[in-house]
């Protein structure tokens, strides 16, 4: 009997079937959260790796626009960058050139800096899992006007503002390009977008910012530190169609050495659950024009001086408080604590089927953002 039971267990630990990787954690007693059981228990992942559309959870939905029989793999082999006449091989003609389906890899370890800003185009997933890819001092990503992306496994960080230029656009052509601010990865009326397993810090303005219209957005299992303004979920106080956003975030790793934005929320919604939040020094979560929050079951451990309130409001309203901000099973550490809105009902998600998700328990906290960031998957015969 014990010889059969082990065989079950081998053959399941060697298929693709997320379902079935889902159910390993508990044979293998690697505890991981749902998206890391979807994919990572499968030591055979290398060869399955748009198996990853299927694991992500929130706003985003299942991204399983990205894959299909007219999907193209793509891998960057070389490190350089032209962004006007990029070449084949490189990042930038893998994610602006191509216009289809691609899943983008790196053939090795590489550190890319870009000259101008990358404009990812829709259904674009860039996979940096196996390798340790770097996108740094200067320019970085943008998904602008773009649809059904996915970026995974990059560690990006020290980008710097880019004065106008000329780039190519996300359709392929070369499009004038404003200024633009020194943030990690900034998204300008895209939806449909899943950012995960990220290392993102050090950059000249933002780490991640959710801008003009954008929407159904998942920010998962990233690692965000060292930086001064760390996410902002909204465009300005007078962009109004920011009412419309809805954004996930949740197993994600803030700090240290982060001050504020963890998000900054206008206008719109965000469902922020199962976060570790390690200090800050203005505040966690804050934001103006009537955002709407659900804190949910996140770790909020506050510095050991200065300001121990989670939260901060910009203004006040003529017609009274519309604020919600709203704490739901939340737990604070070394004196932490959250102003949230008086009375009436928490406003929730309202997830669809494939968006839905549990939240566990904060006291899981730990446990569920243990490996936020850039995953180490080297060893090409283990587990990830």
């Known amino acids: 009997m014990a010889t059969i039971l082990l065989a079950i267990v081998i053959a399941t630990l060697f298929t693709a079937n997320p379902i079935s990787c889902a159910k390993q954690s508990k044979i293998t007693g690697m505890k991981m959260n749902v998206i890391d059981q979807c994919w990572r228990l499968n030591p055979q992942w290398r060869s399955h790796r748009s198996q990853l559309a299927s694991c992500s959870i929130g706003y985003a939905g299942k991204m399983m626009n990205n894959i299909g029989n007219d999907l193209v793999y793509y891998e960057v082999t070389d490190s350089s960058d032209d962004p006007i006449n990029p070449k084949p091989g490189t990042l930038r003609y893998g994610a602006s050139m191509i216009q289809q389906k691609v899943w983008i890899t790196f053939k090795s370890d590489m550190k890319i800096t870009l000259a101008k800003p990358l404009l990812i185009s829709s259904f674009t997933a860039i996979d940096g899992r196996g390798t340790n890819v770097h996108v740094a001092n200067n320019a970085c990503f943008m998904i602008f006007k773009a649809t059904n992306v996915i970026i995974h496994g990059i560690r990006i960080h020290h980008c710097k503002s880019q004065a106008p230029g000329l780039v190519v656009g996300p359709n392929g052509k070369v499009i004038s390009l404003g200024q633009v601010d020194g943030d990690a990865i900034r998204l300008v009326t895209a939806s449909k977008i899943w950012i995960d397993h990220n290392t993102l810090h050090d950059c000249e303005d933002g780490l991640l910012d959710v801008t ?77 024009k009537e955002p709407s929050l659900k804190s949910q079951s996140n770790l909020f451990i506050a510095p050991k001086s200065g300001n121990k309130e989670v939260t901060w409001r910009k203004g006040s309203n003529e017609n009274g408080d519309r604020w919600e901000f709203h704490s739901v099973g939340d737990v604070f550490e070394n004196g932490a604590s959250f102003t949230a809105t008086e009375g009436g009902r928490v406003p929730k998600p309202n997830y669809s089927e494939e968006q839905r998700f549990k939240v566990l328990d904060a006291k899981s906290v730990r446990f569920l953002t243990k490996s936020s960031g850039v995953l180490r998957c080297t060893n090409k015969k283990s587990i990830c």
């Not at 996410?231 to 809805?246: F, S, T």
């Open 212 to 288: 003009r219209g954008s929407t159904d957005v998942t920010i998962s299992n990233n690692w965000f530190r060292n930086q001064d303004k760390v996410m902002l979920l909204g465009h300005d106080d007078g962009y109004i169609r920011d009412r419309n956003m809805k954004v996930t975030v949740v197993y994600n790793h803030f700090g240290p050495n982060c001050n504020q934005r963890m998000p900054r929320i206008r206008h719109g919604y965000a469902h922020v659950a199962n976060n570790l939040y390690q200090g800050w020094m203005q505040y966690a979560i804050g934001g103006s």
